[in-house]
């Protein structure tokens, strides 16, 4: 199966899944459920979810088992979203270019709609007809990597960065955090939902922080040479609003080599998995050259 | 051992490992961790973990090992508080007599402190020395209560009620999710804790559903009734409102009487357990005559 084409599928499968889990009342109480179900159907590239389920099959696992751990994360990554856009935080009126859930219902209810994606993402995850003991691991991986020594610290990080430049060492560190720890928990939960060695284990995380880094570099250099259109969002805000970038750290051609250099490591160790790794290898060079 | 000096034996060990799960790092991420611990630590009466060691006692369970239960589900509880009092939900400055968390530090601050504290939470039971089928099933319980089905739906509802007046059976329904599914939860997690049966499981529950509804009107009685002083937030904040309440829709004395009638039943409910449920007698009792 060609990449293109087991993208399509895994999406399919992902989006039909994610619906599955949102039941709605009659009553009054709707409203944060449709919330809810508005920002997961915005779609996005589902990369996290994707990585859940690849890694599960290269590693010799269920996929079909490992599907609720790839909605988790989704709706994990989808509640940062939504209040990560809340005027408190980045004030974004448009995520992929549909009105922010803030702008479509109203702030509580956003706020509500984040809280409650966070809070299914663990029913969710305990709905899996994996052992227990797999299932209590996983947990554990997802909420210490979402949580506030995981991408929460790294939230944190990020607000006290406001309006001031920081160094290429304190921005990484951020990143690592912010965005790093929930791509890591996606390439191992798949591993564990396969119950993975730790050989492969130590392949899933550095492929990780490799695609984690380059992925977040690709963000600032999207946000300088992309179009608005393309990106389904406002470019060039990250200059407007003094943010530290790799392009304003390092410059264009040194960050986009860098980008080269991660993806390079990460095709590396999931060169560990010989012909089963080629569609890690090819998506993270897709993710690479992406343009939006 | 009287009740008054197991509440405080409780309390005191319910606050000790609390404080236990929250680590400091050296760097920036540190902000979020103060802010969670603040609102950990502005106190409360510890009910809902109260019930949990409670109930897992009364079943015959190991109360230590029920401890991070205990914890995750007043994780919860102040989350919610937290993000209850935002400007965007409730807009209170004040929780117990000090600045909300939001005051105290700042509004991105105090949102992901709330996200912190529920991620947390299912950190925290993973972690629980229990069989993993045990955890699974807590974790379960725990986030579909806490959840948009629960709780959670609950404030959606109280949402749509805003400046509006709503009749008794609306007002029954909303609080049964948005405070009695937490309770409910809290004496539910002990019984799962500890193994009971069917038989017991149903008690708890009765005497959850009863004592969260009379809880509630109670929370009602004093926001007419007590000193600003003695509840340690503005009293007639309902009224003001114009929130619909027990007391406005059925008058001071029916609610009173509905607080000894639902405090009655819950005695009832615990009788199955003999003389081992006297704490939770007394305690339903105490909760029915609180002044804050």
Do not use: W
Request: aromatic fraction near 6%; charged fraction near 25%; proline fraction near 2%.
């Amino acid at each position: 199966m060609s990449n293109e084409i087991k993208v399509r599928s895994y999406v399919e499968q992902i989006n039909a899944a994610l619906k599955k889990y949102i039941d709605f009342s009659d009553d009054e109480s709707d409203k944060v459920a449709q919330a809810m179900l508005y920002s997961l159907e915005i779609g996005g590239k589902r990369v996290r979810p994707m990585l859940v389920l690849e890694f599960c099959r290269i590693c010799g696992g269920n996929v079909e088992a490992a599907l609720p751990f790839a909605c988790a994360i989704e709706m994990i990554h989808t509640y940062s979203l939504i209040h990560d856009d809340l005027p408190c935080m980045d004030d974004d009126d448009y995520r992929r270019g549909k009105p922010s859930c803030h702008k479509q219902f109203d702030y509580a209810t956003a706020l509500l709609a984040g809280d409650g994606l966070l809070t299914l993402a663990f029913s969710v995850m305990a709905q899996a007809s994996l052992p227990a003991e797999t299932v209590v691991k996983a947990i554990k991986l997802l909420s210490d990597s979402a949580g506030y020594l995981g991408m929460i610290g790294g939230q944190t990080m990020d607000l006290q960065h406001e309006g001031m430049s920081v160094g290429i060492e304190k921005l990484q560190k951020t990143d690592a955090l912010k965005t790093g720890k929930l791509i890591y928990a996606a390439c191992a939960l798949g591993c564990v939902a396969a119950g993975a060695d730790e050989e492969k284990l130590k392949a899933a995380e550095i492929y990780a922080d490799n695609i984690g880094l380059a992925f977040q570099i690709v963000d600032d250099l999207l946000d300088i040479t992309s179009t608005s259109e393309e990106l389904g969002k406002p470019i060039g805000s990250d200059a407007e609003n003094n943010k530290s970038t790799y392009p304003a750290l390092l410059g264009l051609d040194e960050s986009r080599k860098l980008v080269n250099e991660l993806t390079d490591n990460a095709i590396k160790a999931v060169s560990l998995f010989g012909d089963d790794g080629n569609f890690l290898a090819n998506y993270a060079r897709k993710l690479s050259v992406r343009t939006k």
